[in-house]
T-cell receptor, first 114, second 114 residues
Framework: GDSVTQMEGPVTLSEEAFLTINCTYT??????LFWYVQYPGEGLQLLLK?????DKGSNKGFEATYRKETTSFHLEKGSVQVSDSAVYFC?????????????FGKGTRLHILP | DTEVTQTPKHLVMGMTNKKSLKCEQH?????MYWYKQKAKKPPELMFV???????INESVPSRFSPECPNSSLLNLHLHALQPEDSALYLC?????????????FGPGTRLLVL
């Protein structure tokens, strides 16, 4: 079945460091891919998305590119801030010809030190 | 406006109580979702309403009873809950009834069952 695998956390970085959180997926067809962020004590917020191969989603300095050849959707940011400390979920939405639920990765907790 | 609101923010209830969670969106979305999220875990889908009709029940115990009074509102009625039901309950909505569409989440209701 379809699945999402993201790197285990927690990830701890210093402020202004470069961030990569790896996400790979297994799916049949052409799924949509999402990154959601959950700040402490809050609900999930959509961070970015991509709906087809080679699409790049970007928001708030974060970027991720839908790579069909490597089945990956890695999240990157050039210079992280303390305020980026949160849990990041990679998620896979089913392809257009299938009604099925979104599949979430297990989440990666990110700590940014000042 | 991509806001989903949820009330209350926090709820403490005994195992014999009856309470309700409320979710509201004014984005014209026609699909609404209830998720349950335990600490350090991704959200788990509970129910999906599509065009005000229940379309998915993920084998949720009957002590949870969803209701969709109109296209903007989604309720979750709680009765005779167990301590293991303590969790963050998230509501989400999406434009149509295709699950690959972007889901927008509310801030959640943090429930504690004593």
């Amino acid at each position: 079945g379809d699945s999402v695998t993201q790197m285990e956390g927690p990830v701890t970085l210093s402020e202004e460091a470069f961030l990569t959180i790896n996400c790979t997926y297994t799916a049949t067809g052409y799924p949509s891919l999402f990154w959601y962020v959950q700040y402490p004590g809050e609900g999930l917020q959509l961070l970015l998305k991509a709906t087809k191969a080679d699409d790049k989603g970007s928001n708030k300095g974060f970027e991720a590119t839908y790579r069909k050849e490597t089945t990956s959707f890695h999240l990157e940011k050039g210079s992280v801030q303390v305020s980026d400390s949160a849990v990041y979920f990679c998620a896979l939405g089913p392809p257009m010809n299938r009604d099925d639920k979104i599949i979430f990765g297990k989440g990666t907790r990110l700590h940014i030190l000042p | 406006d991509t806001e989903v609101t949820q009330t209350p923010k926090h709820l403490v209830m005994g195992m014999t109580n009856k309470k309700s969670l409320k979710c509201e969106q004014h984005m014209g979305h026609r699909a609404m979702y209830w998720y349950k999220q335990k600490a350090k875990k991704p959200p788990e889908l509970m129910f999906v309403y599509s065009y005000e009709k229940l379309s998915i029940n993920e084998s949720v115990p009957s002590r949870f009873s969803p209701e969709c009074p109109n296209s903007s509102l989604l309720n979750l009625h709680l009765h005779a809950l167990q301590p293991e039901d303590s969790a963050l309950y998230l509501c989400a909505s999406s434009q149509g009834d295709r699950y690959q569409e972007t889901q927008y989440f509310g801030p959640g209701t943090r429930l504690l069952v004593l």
